[in-house]
């Protein structure tokens, strides 16, 4: 019997966003390539639990999501120093988990003293109030509506 061999989901087509409004875990697992400003290689990868960045050298960043039955929790380890632009990518993909619904509360952690993780994450999250404890920076509210 002949074997089927199914590319992967287009991350990049329109018609895949179509696929996740019918089903929103089919867009996992999920594989983004791209590359810095510099010209360094990244590969993103997202999975039911969350989303992972990893470059030449190995993991670069992480964002982590939970659900919790009174709110979701997304935690953020990256290394800093991570381009801006892949910041918002790996924020965006975060919040682009289907557990992270708009106005749903949200428990957001990251790295104490990162603003460019700090600010992306306040710009995907209504009435966010930030706070620090020891080495981390915890921010609550809601998740904002898609714009």
């Known amino acids: 019997m002949p074997a089927v061999v199914l590319d992967q989901p287009s991350t990049t087509h329109r018609s895949a966003r179509n696929i996740a409004a019918a ?3 089919a867009t996992f697992p999920r594989r983004i390539r791209g590359h810095c400003g510099d010209g360094r290689s990244w590969e993103m990868l997202t999975s ?3 989303v992972s960045v990893v470059g030449e050298i190995g993991p670069l960043a992480e964002a982590q999501v939970a659900e919790e039955t ?3 929790v997304v ?3 990256e290394l800093l120093g991570l381009p801006a632009d892949l910041v918002t990518r790996l924020v965006g993909e975060a919040f682009s988990h289907p557990a992270v619904r708009p106005q749903r509360p949200i428990l957001v952690t990251l790295p104490r003293g990162d603003s460019a993780v700090l600010q992306e994450v306040e710009a995907h999250v209504d009435g966010a109030l930030s ?3 020891g080495v981390t920076c915890l921010v609550e509210g809601r ?3 898609a714009r």
């Open 75 to 77: 935690d953020i380890q």
């Open 131 to 133: 706070r620090v404890a």
């Open 48 to 50: 039911r639990t969350g």
């Open 70 to 72: 009174d709110r979701v």
């Open 23 to 25: 089903d929103p875990l």
């Open 143 to 145: 998740v904002r509506a």
